[in-house]
């Protein structure tokens, strides 16, 4: 079954202790993306990834790391974590945008709260 | 800053009945996207609208895109219960033939269909 997996579903943490959430794809895709969403506010872009080794930002990568050593995977981390990232995390991912083959995939998405 | 507006945020309407939402963008684009999130759960793909003039349906959803009014509109025909949702645009700052996607997401249309 094509699917983006999200690990761990929920986590509650505490502030300053490191976590990473992994993002798996089974799809071949290229591009890769992690939004962060909040009422009011909608979903926000954290950081994305063109291909393996190729990432950039998005509209709120601070307080946030990513990697992409291999193409299906893209994990989120987070090396320092605080209250203000307490949110709800979606990892997207699809082939490569503007090639009208634009369909972004979300995983099931990680509840993460820092205390 | 790309700001993109959703109206309305809450609807409630009877089944039977037609309505549209509408999504107003701030800059220059030409590939929109539009989702639906069922409570609790992810996002999951709608319609990609590329270009000026394109109009996609599904069942009882038809989506357009006007990129000179700087507008999207989601028209629900007939809506069912099974509708209810929230419904998201989101848009890309960097066009539908640039490689890359950086998405900004309206805050959302949450949709009652009351029986």
């Known amino acids: 079954e094509a699917q983006v997996t999200q690990n761990p579903r929920y986590l509650i943490t505490v502030t300053g202790k490191k976590l990473t959430v992994t993002c798996s794809q089974n799809?071949?895709?290229?591009?890769m993306s992690w939004y962060r969403q909040d009422p009011g506010l909608g979903l926000r872009q954290i950081y994305y990834?063109?291909?393996?080794?190729?990432?950039d930002k998005g509209d709120v990568p601070e307080g946030y790391k990513v990697s992409r050593k291999e193409k299906r995977n893209f994990p989120l981390i987070l090396e320092s974590p605080s209250p203000n990232q307490t949110s709800l995390y979606f990892c997207?991912?699809?082939?490569?945008?503007?090639?009208?083959?634009?369909?972004?995939?979300f995983g099931p998405g990680t509840r993460l709260t820092v205390l | 800053e790309l700001k993109v507006e959703q109206n309305p945020l809450f609807l409630s309407m009877q089944e039977g009945k037609n309505y549209t939402i509408y999504c107003n963008y701030s800059?220059?684009?030409?590939?929109l996207y539009w989702y639906r999130q069922d409570p609790g759960k992810s996002l999951e793909s709608l319609f990609v609208l590329l270009s000026n003039g394109a109009v996609k349906q599904e069942g009882r959803l038809m989506a357009s895109l006007d990129t000179k009014a700087r507008l999207s509109t989601l028209h629900i025909t007939a809506a069912v219960h099974d509708l209810s949702a929230t419904y998201f645009c989101a848009v890309d700052r960097r066009g539908a033939w640039a490689s890359g996607s950086r998405l900004t997401f309206g805050e959302g249309t949450q949709l009652t269909v009351n029986p």
């Open positions: 800059t220059t684009s030409d590939r």
């Open positions: 997207a991912s699809s082939f490569i945008p503007g090639l009208g083959t634009d369909t972004q995939y």
């Open positions: 990834s063109m291909n393996v080794e190729v990432t």
């Open positions: 799809m071949n895709h290229e591009y």
